[in-house]
């Protein structure tokens, strides 16, 4: 009786768990000007890369997570795009998923 009632809460349990798939990968800063914003949006989203913040002050600011293995790759196509008109700053490493469309940093 108490193996079946546990194995019914388990099962209940991971019925109701989502998986997150787990990346690891690195903040970078994105600094452009406004007129290359839809450059940058439709490069971003070719590659994958998640977007967490973008802030439009004097320029566009944006925060996002490339992945380990995507970092060179992804940041050669930005400056191509841009004509080297962007700024990547490098921030942290980080380990992240998407749940639902929300970026999960852990």
């Known amino acids: 009786g108490l193996v079946r009632a546990y194995t019914q809460a388990v099962l209940e349990g ?8 787990k990346h ?31 802030r439009y002050e004097d320029k566009v600011r944006m925060e996002v997570l490339i992945p380990t293995a995507d970092e060179n790759r992804v940041i050669k196509k930005l400056i191509e795009a841009s004509y080297g008109k962007i700024v990547a700053v490098k921030g942290d490493d980080a380990v992240f998923g998407t749940v639902d469309g929300e970026i999960i940093i852990f």
């Open 14 to 21: 991971l019925k109701n768990c989502t998986l997150v798939e």
């Open 24 to 54: 690891t990968g690195c903040l970078y800063e994105l600094e452009f000007e406004y007129t290359e914003l839809g450059k940058i949006q439709y490069q971003l989203a070719e590659m994958g890369v998640f977007v967490k913040e973008t």
